[in-house]
């Protein structure tokens, strides 16, 4: 599976920002993809992800997002999108959007956020 992003950028601390990630074409039942974030000198967090193939979507944070970042699914089009809502400084990272399925990943490009105080 290939991963393409989109979205980040330079933003101010409180406002919001979109990330977009389009996955090729899906042939697995039951997989799961999301965001990892690695900001410098810190370790990689993984942030959201949605597993998909159950009866509905199960969707996990990381409690340093929680209740500020969403993640959807546009199934028609294979693309994850993260909505970063309330932004702090500390969410400053490169974004990358892994897909997981038969314990094998594939990483999008990366994506870099910069959060202004």
């Known amino acids: 599976v290939q991963l393409v992003q989109s979205g980040g950028g330079l933003v101010q601390a409180g406002e919001s920002l979109r990330l977009s990630c389009a996955a090729s074409?899906?042939?697995?039942?039951?997989?799961?993809m999301g965001w990892y974030r690695q900001a410098p000198e810190k370790q990689r967090e993984r942030i959201a992800a949605?597993?998909?193939?159950?009866?509905?979507?199960?969707?996990l944070y990381a409690d340093s997002v929680k209740d500020r970042f969403t993640i959807s699914r546009d199934t028609a089009e294979n693309t994850v999108y993260l909505q970063m809502n309330l932004l702090k400084p500390d969410d400053t990272a490169v974004y990358y959007c892994?897909?997981?399925?038969?314990?094998?990943?594939?990483w999008g490009q990366g994506t870099p956020v910069t959060v202004s105080s």
């Open positions: 892994f897909f997981l399925a038969s314990e094998t990943y594939s």
């Open positions: 074409k899906i042939t697995f039942d039951v997989y799961t």
């Open positions: 949605v597993v998909v193939g159950g009866y509905s979507d199960v969707r």
